[in-house]
C-alpha cells in the first residue's frame, strides 16, 4: 500500500478496525505476560472477550468509549442511566483523569478486584447471555383461579 495514497469509505474504516485491533492485541501482549495476572483462570479468552465487547461500543472508532458509546451499552445492556451516573461511572473507570475509557483502562477494570459498576453490569450481561430465560412456543394455558 502506497504511503501517500488516502483511502475513503469502507478502505478506510477497515484499516482503522486493524489497526485498533492490534493495538488491542499489543495491550492483551502486555497483560499476558504480565506476572500479577499469571494465575488468572482463562486470561487468554478473557482478553478476546473483552476486545472484541471494546470493539463494538466504541462509536466514535478513536479507540475510545466515550459518553455516547457508554450510554449504548448500558441500553443494550438493559440498564440505561442517567448522564451524570455515566459521567461517575466513566471518572471510577478513569480514576479520574479523563471523560472517556481506554482499552488498558477497561481491561484493567475487569480484570482489576474492584467491583466497578460497568463491569458488574458486563459480568451480568455474560451470564445472561448463557442462559436461556425465554421459553420457546406460545405461554401455557392459564386459569382464572392462578392470575394475580
Not at 500500500?1 to 478496525?17: E, R, S, T
Not at 461517575?88 to 480514576?95: A, L
Amino acid at each position: 500500500m502506497p504511503v501517500n495514497h488516502k483511502f475513503q469509505g469502507g478502505k478506510a474504516f477497515g484499516l482503522l478496525k486493524a489497526q485498533q485491533r492490534e493495538r488491542c492485541e499489543e495491550i492483551n501482549k502486555e497483560y499476558m505476560e504480565d506476572q500479577k495476572y499469571q494465575d488468572e483462570e482463562d486470561l487468554l479468552e478473557k482478553l478476546d472477550s473483552f476486545k472484541n465487547k471494546y470493539a463494538e461500543f466504541d462509536l466514535n472508532d478513536q479507540g475510545e468509549i466515550d459518553m455516547m458509546g457508554l450510554k449504548r451499552m448500558m441500553e443494550k445492556l438493559g440498564v440505561p442511566k442517567t448522564h451524570l451516573e455515566m459521567k461517575k461511572m466513566i471518572s471510577e473507570v478513569t480514576e479520574g483523569i479523563s471523560d472517556s475509557i481506554n482499552y488498558r483502562d477497561f481491561v484493567k477494570m475487569m480484570l482489576g478486584k474492584r467491583s466497578a459498576v460497568l463491569k458488574l453490569v458486563m459480568i451480568f450481561e455474560d451470564k445472561a447471555n448463557g442462559a436461556i430465560c425465554k421459553p420457546d412456543g406460545p405461554p401455557p394455558k392459564r386459569d382464572i383461579a392462578s392470575l394475580p
